[in-house]
């Protein structure tokens, strides 16, 4: 399947060139902002229907606390949902804030072995 010249899509009216790029976002930001927001519901709230402590779930609303598996497994039964997608968003957000921390630590270490003849 290929899609037509003339289906193309333009972004140029719509991306800033000069803008400063975003950096990673953290799973807690679209929790607050994708889910309880539109919903209505408090950190605390939340917290109460997964029965785990209110700081487990500020601490990821405020960046400072990763989403763990049990974490993602309340998060996807709560909101019907896969507990892939809990833990995907929080592992593209450790690996792209590694790239940005460590680029120039990796970048400049040695060659993986190579596969012999």
Same mark, same amino acid.
């Given at each position: =399947?290929?899609?037509? $010249?003339? !289906?193309?899509?333009?972004?140029? /009216?719509?991306?800033?060139? &000069?803008? #400063?790029?975003?950096?990673?976002?953290? %799973?807690?930001?679209?929790?607050? /902002?994708?889910?309880? /927001?539109p919903l209505g519901l408090s950190a605390d709230a939340l917290? #109460?229907?997964? *029965?785990?402590?209110?700081?487990?779930?500020?601490?990821?609303?405020? $960046? /400072?606390?990763?989403?763990?598996? &049990?974490?993602?497994?309340? @998060?996807?039964?709560?909101?019907? =949902? *896969? %507990?892939?997608?809990? @833990? $995907?968003?929080?592992?593209?957000?450790?690996?792209e804030t590694a790239r940005v921390t460590l680029a120039d630590?990796? &970048?400049?270490?040695?060659?993986?072995?190579? #596969? !012999?003849?």
């Amino acid at each position: =399947m290929s899609i037509p $010249g003339d !289906a193309a899509v333009d972004y140029a /009216e719509i991306i800033d060139p &000069d803008a #400063k790029p975003v950096g990673p976002i953290h %799973p807690g930001a679209i929790l607050d /902002e994708a889910f309880l /927001e539109p919903l209505g519901l408090s950190a605390d709230a939340l917290a #109460k229907a997964l *029965s785990v402590p209110r700081n487990r779930i500020t601490g990821i609303i405020h $960046g /400072e606390r990763a989403i763990t598996a &049990d974490t993602a497994l309340r @998060l996807a039964r709560f909101f019907d =949902m *896969s %507990p892939d997608f809990w @833990l $995907g968003l929080q592992m593209a957000y450790d690996l792209e804030t590694a790239r940005v921390t460590l680029a120039d630590r990796v &970048d400049g270490s040695p060659v993986i072995l190579q #596969k !012999a003849q």
